[in-house]
């Protein structure tokens, strides 16, 4: 057999970085888009938020670590929690990790 080389596809997924509607970019996309609004409605003296990388990559150890602080609180999943009660679990989540 001759050398044969496997065959490039025509398009590659890279197509739609930065898009927000793939998939794999949309929680990029809304985590830029709450940070741009919070960062509008901060004071000038206040120093600039963190970027949306950094603002998802804590978001994920914060699911990852919730389910523990839950428990303690005999809180419900994630998903279902109050708004209050979610609140109250991120400042709890953050308060252990300083």
């Known amino acids: 057999m001759a050398n044969q080389r496997a065959a490039k596809p025509l398009a590659s997924k890279a197509v739609f970085v930065n898009c927000p509607f793939d998939e794999e970019f949309k929680p990029i996309f809304r985590a830029r888009r709450v940070r741009n609004w919070l960062s509008e ?3 000038p003296n206040e120093p600039p938020l963190l970027g949306a990388v950094a603002i998802l990559s804590d978001y994920r150890k914060f699911q990852a670590n919730a389910g523990a602080l839950l428990s303690a609180q005999r809180f419900d999943p994630l998903d279902d929690l109050t708004h209050n009660d979610f609140l109250f ?6 308060t252990t990790r300083a």
């Not at 679990?89 to 953050?94: A, F, L, Y």
Request: charged share 35%; no cysteine.
């Open 41 to 43: 409605h901060r004071s």
């Open 89 to 94: 679990t991120v400042r709890d989540w953050m």
